[in-house]
């Protein structure tokens, strides 16, 4: 998004990591309108030594009817833990589905092998269908909490969709949070794993 403004009125800002820009105030004010920015993101415009949030501006002190979003530190992270350590838990699932179907097949084997053909193929996805759809679901939950905070999270939820730790990293890095649960969940997969393969 571009736009004819005078070097003076020239803003940049960030958004996914990039350098957007140049716009004018007004433009500013319509992104955040639209919820594109929110009153954290950074801007800087010739002049400022470094970059600032958008509520630290002179545009963010136009918005005051408009409440900041709040506090990293008062949002819950409970969802976030909660993914952050279920790898763990999909290692215990899996060890329960996949013993259970060996233990039915076996029963099985000799009685029917229609129903054993149709158990095997309806079992085996759900070792990994049922990680993908609670991972998704804590991912989204999660990015509506944050809307509701006033975070922008539209763009993560495309991550929430795809990948749980790149959700994790994302949201510490939108939160100007350690990315402490981010790590645990590697820790988490890595050690599942390894046990698995015992």
Known sequence: MTDTTTSEDAWFYTQGGERKGPVGADQLRELLA???IDHE?????KGQTGWQSLRTTEIGTQLN???PPIAARDINNGLV????FMPVAYLLLNVIILKYSQTQIIDWQYEDPVFTKFYAFFIAPLTWLI?????????IADSMQLERAGYNSRWMKLFALLLAPVYLFARAQRLRQTPSYGFVWVGTFIASILL???
């Not at 993101?41 to 415009?45: D, E």
């Not at 990680?131 to 991912?139: K, S």
């Open 41 to 45: 993101t950074p801007i800087w415009k």
């Open 196 to 198: 698995q393969a015992l």
């Open 131 to 139: 990680p993908i759809v609670i991972n998704g679901a804590l991912c």
């Open 34 to 36: 639209a919820q594109t």
């Open 81 to 84: 833990w909660t993914l952050a």
């Open 65 to 67: 009817d408009l409440p």
